[in-house]
């Protein structure tokens, strides 16, 4: 059984989940240098949120990866390089992998835009495999990754999210805001709605006055 990680940082998910990223799509240059994990880090596209890290901020947070076993430096090269260990460290599946790093990187999403997003990291064949590595992430007996949200009003599709910082602070809904809220809310629609109507009354006595003239 794997040891149960410490709650990540947004900046070392950012860090892993640019290096899971780049080791696919970017072969050619992975492991990366510092720069270059700096230069995927501060990406203003394919980034939720956008950060603007420091290349201090970005060798503290590789620091705090190496103790964690999720990252290594490559020996062998005059620049110091870096690659990531997340799926031999934490016992997942490529598959998953892929879909852990585009949730690291980019935040919540349904399993469609996760199939989406993911096709430059690995092609699913459907959204019913996406649903199913999902469902083996959440259902891990070492510890769940992921999560699937609750649906959020107006949306036909429930989002999910990484763990690897902790459990997400959900948004309180229409549905838990405090009845006296709505009570002012539903009295100051009341109150338009007479001063328009007395509006339009008033309108249509001006137009009724010139007509009879």
């Not at 852990?100 to 990291?121: D, F, H, I, K, S």
Request: proline share 6%; glycine share 6%; charged share 25%.
């Amino acid at each position: 059984m794997a040891d149960a990680l410490p709650t990540l940082s947004l900046l070392e998910t950012r860090v892993l989940g640019t290096l899971l990223e780049k080791q696919r799509t970017v072969p050619d240059t992975y492991p990366l240098s510092v720069n270059a994990l700096l230069a995927g880090c501060n990406q203003k596209t394919s980034r939720n949120p956008v950060v603007e890290a420091s290349e201090g901020d970005i060798l503290q947070a590789i620091d705090v990866l190496k103790d964690l076993d999720l990252v290594r430096e490559v020996s062998g090269s005059r620049v110091s390089r870096f690659e990531h260990r997340l799926e031999r460290r934490l016992g997942v599946p490529t598959q998953a992998a892929a879909l852990l790093a585009v949730l690291m990187l980019r935040g919540p999403q349904t399993a469609g835009e996760l199939r989406l997003n993911c096709e430059r990291l690995h092609g699913f064949a459907d959204i019913s495999a996406v649903e199913a590595f999902l469902e083996e992430l959440a259902a891990r007996p070492d510890g769940a990754l992921a999560v699937e949200l609750p649906r959020q009003p107006g949306s036909r599709e429930n989002r999910w999210t990484h763990l690897l910082s902790g459990q997400p602070a959900l948004d309180a809904g229409p549905a838990a805001r405090s009845p006296v809220s709505n009570a002012r809310e539903i009295n100051e629609l009341r109150a338009r709605v007479a001063a328009l109507e007395a509006e339009v009354a008033e309108l249509r006595s001006l137009l009724t006055g010139r007509a009879g003239q």
